[in-house]
């Protein structure tokens, strides 16, 4: 039998307990995001087989307006992370970061677009549970364990790492640490690199963010950043947001940077990106493929455009990149 189709046993030893605590509202933002896809998928705006297998089906219906808004999301940021695949013919590492119930390296096996090795980065607790599921669901541990050339696969309660895909509990406010477990798990500094961040800078301070921000930059000499989270949150749709995610008990501290996709943009060249590009969320919806958009807007009937218009009108994606001008990565756009 081959060495790749050998079933590793999954090899638990114990971990130092990291104590986290604080951060209880941002991590509860792991929960309403992968809820909110869940019921997306269960009403059928995308496809994915694997998020069943990480999150249960509340009986609670999100409204349509939330479902086109996060398939808006999962459409474009997939848009990008297949461009820098296709650029890189997947010769290239992807790392998660604030990678909560992501099931984003599953669909990538499926379709044969796997990176050369795909990390996830999240709190601890959050990685915790998502270990769970891998090693309790077939489904999940399967390709994972098929990809995987050695006997045995190391996994703690906080990380897992095997040949193409690595999960590591860790704070990415931390940066010694953070690169210190990328490097154990044999993140490679010279590969082409994607950096995903969905959702996941705005829980930060803007000093915070810079830092992670400065120090992608300065790690990888290829490298692509893909960001989506909140704009124009100065106006008054904008202050009710904050306040409903404050009475919530989760400050959004890098609200400040949130400003204008002008203030998104201006983060990443002040950290070390050559290009900038960021579009609301609004102008990507109508740039989105007209059947598709047929399609998810036959699945709910939705009587207030307006509102779905403000709520992407607050939302945004925005990528970078460095290094990559002999693969074309300045040309990558959405
Ligand atoms: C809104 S959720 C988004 C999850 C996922 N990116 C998605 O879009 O489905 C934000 C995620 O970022 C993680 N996160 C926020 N701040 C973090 C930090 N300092 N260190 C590690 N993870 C963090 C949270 O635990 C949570 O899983």
């Given at each position: ?182 490097k154990k798990c044999n993140m490679n500094t010279q590969l082409p690199t994607l950096l995903i961040t969905e959702c996941v800078l705005v829980y930060m301070t803007p000093e915070q963010s810079a830092n992670l921000l400065k120090w992608a930059s ?117």
């Amino acid at each position: 039998m081959a060495a790749s189709l050998r079933e590793p046993s999954f090899i638990s030893s114990p971990s130092s307990s990291t104590c986290d605590t604080d951060d209880e509202g941002v991590r509860g933002t792991c929960e309403d995001a992968s809820l909110c896809k869940r019921f997306a998928v269960s009403v059928g705006y995308w496809h994915d087989p694997y998020i069943q297998h990480l999150v249960r089906l509340t009986k609670e219906r999100k409204a349509p307006e939330i479902n086109r808004g996060y398939f808006a999301r999962v459409h474009g940021v997939n848009q990008l992370l297949k461009a820098f695949l296709r650029k890189t013919e997947c010769h290239c590492q992807v790392l998660n970061l604030g990678a909560g119930m992501d099931t984003t390296f599953w669909k990538l096996k499926d379709e044969d677009l796997l990176p050369s090795k795909y990390f996830e980065v999240d709190f601890p607790m959050i990685v915790t549970r998502k270990l769970h599921n891998i090693k309790n669901k077939p489904l999940l541990s399967k390709p994972i364990v098929e990809l995987h050339s050695e006997d045995i696969l190391h996994m703690d309660g906080h990380t897992l790492d095997s040949k193409r895909y690595a999960i590591i509990g860790a704070d990415l406010r931390d940066l010694s640490e953070l690169e210190e477990k990328l490097k154990k798990c044999n993140m490679n500094t010279q590969l082409p690199t994607l950096l995903i961040t969905e959702c996941v800078l705005v829980y930060m301070t803007p000093e915070q963010s810079a830092n992670l921000l400065k120090w992608a930059s300065n790690t990888f000499e290829t490298a692509m950043l893909i960001n989506y989270e909140q704009v124009n949150m100065g106006d008054r749709f904008g202050q009710i947001m904050i306040e409903n995610l404050r009475r919530r008990q989760c400050d959004l501290a890098g609200v400040e940077t949130c400003k204008s996709l002008e203030s998104q943009k201006e983060r990443l060249l002040a950290n070390g990106w050559e290009t900038a590009c960021a579009v609301n969320m609004m102008e990507l919806y109508s740039r989105l493929p007209r059947a598709e958009v047929s399609r998810i807007e036959s699945l709910e009937f939705l009587d207030e455009m307006e509102l779905l218009e403000q709520l992407m009108q607050h939302y945004c994606l925005c990528w970078a990149t460095r290094g990559g001008q002999e693969l074309g990565l300045k040309e990558i756009s959405c």
